[in-house]
């Protein structure tokens, strides 16, 4: 199933997946695959030893991921309800404002979106380290509550990136506890009887689905092969052995350990002590780019009215994400100076929180269900208040006491 989340006041789609994750990735990627019978989709089982992991960027060269969250109910931005459209046969056309457009290059509208299980009242996505706090043996207990109180949690592909990257050496000091949390997320989010997941897509696809109504070739794709890594975890675990499996998580730690080299060189250039923050016209300008970005990644051509429209979007939508990086120049221009070289800091972090914010917005919710993060992350918290969304942000505990679990 994907999911859309859409801001209730926003021309925005969130979409969220619910699929069975075995699947074989192949970089050929035909787009007829994408325009699958769900109910044959859900009985068909792969071997997952079949799953490669190819370097493929969850970021763009921008740092932002290729898929993400979005938020509220699927309005246009007059108010009225709008449905989604899916490709069929050869027939790939978008129907937008009631006229046909041909489709650009390289683009692919999403899947139609599925109905929430019944009596879904509350989305939630956990970031990495509330996996870690919950870990696998908690974690069926908890899925079972969420079910009994109408709560829905999906797996956001940025946190599977980054637990994959500690399984791919024994030696690595989180590599239990991001085994366990794995684990956890597969179970927690594994989808009604299927061996699938429910997810939600990457930030990029997410906001290019959210401005344009397409999604870049291959992403959905990609979130599911990362899926499947956590469905193997969950169901071999503790114990990984199989050589594929293997070299998949050493294709995530690489990948992990270059984009937060990329992200912090950015950083670097970034960092001018000496000036002060100009927040309004810093997040502006990332906003900007953002809405450049993602029409690039889609093929689309943007007018002057098109850039200062979607911006404006963006602004509403993804207030939070652009506060977080807001608050961390302002931490680049205190006095004393920011070391970059101090690995205490671990600044590619802030990579990483930058993308799950993305999941965080006062309209996000799919259909009528609220979406929540569960996070412990400070930086994050703090993004999502200055946003005006703080109460979009659950901390673990809160989460399980709202289920009635200590």
């Known amino acids: 199933m994907s999911a859309g989340l859409t801001p209730r006041r926003q021309q925005s789609h969130h979409h969220h997946h619910q699929h069975d994750d075995h699947v074989h990735h192949d970089e050929r990627y035909d787009e007829r695959e994408h325009e699958h019978d769900d109910d044959k989709h859900d009985q068909h089982e792969d071997n997952d030893s079949n799953v490669i992991i190819t370097n493929n960027d969850i970021s763009s060269s921008g740092n932002m991921s290729n898929g993400g969250t979005s938020r509220g109910k699927n309005r246009n931005s007059s108010g009225r309800r709008q449905r989604a459209h899916r490709l069929s046969g050869d027939r790939r056309q978008a129907v937008q404002g009631g006229r046909e457009e041909p489709p650009t290059v390289?683009?692919?509208?999403?899947?139609?979106?599925?109905?929430?299980?019944?009596?879904?009242?509350?989305?939630?996505?956990f970031d990495t380290n509330a996996y870690r706090g919950l870990g696998r043996a908690k974690a069926q207990v908890l899925k079972q509550r969420e079910n009994e109180c109408g709560v829905l949690a999906l797996a956001n592909p940025v946190v599977m990136l980054e637990l994959a990257s500690h399984l791919a050496d024994k030696k690595d000091r989180h590599y239990k506890s991001c085994m366990s949390a794995l684990a956890a997320l597969a179970m927690h989010t594994k989808k009604p009887n299927s061996t699938g997941l429910c997810y939600c897509p990457e930030p990029r696809s997410d906001v290019c689905h959210q401005l344009f109504g397409k999604i870049p070739r291959g992403d959905e794709q990609r979130v599911k092969d990362m899926g499947a890594l956590a469905v193997h975890v969950n169901e071999h675990y503790p114990d990984i052995a199989n050589p594929q499996m293997l070299k998949n998580f050493r294709t995530c730690a690489d990948q992990v350990k270059q984009l937060e080299t990329q992200w912090t060189e950015q950083m670097k250039r970034l960092h001018a002590p000496s000036k002060a923050v100009d927040v309004q016209r810093w997040e502006d300008a990332l906003a900007n780019f953002i809405v450049a970005m993602c029409a690039s990644a889609v093929c689309h051509l943007l007018t002057v009215a098109d850039i200062n429209h979607h911006t404006s979007v963006i602004r509403t939508a993804y207030a939070a994400p652009l506060r977080m990086m807001s608050l961390l120049l302002q931490k680049l221009t205190t006095v004393p100076p920011a070391s970059f070289d101090n690995p205490a800091k671990k600044w590619g972090n802030y990579l990483w929180d930058f993308l799950i914010c993305f999941a965080v917005g006062g309209d996000h919710a799919i259909k009528n269900a609220d979406v929540y993060l569960v996070t412990g992350d400070q930086d994050i918290v703090k993004a999502s208040v200055a946003a005006g969304c703080g109460d979009r942000v659950l901390s673990l505990q809160e989460h399980l006491t709202s289920v009635g679990l200590s």
Do not use: C, S
């Open 106 to 125: 390289g683009a692919e509208m999403p899947t139609p979106q599925p109905d929430l299980p019944p009596g879904t009242k509350k989305v939630v996505i």
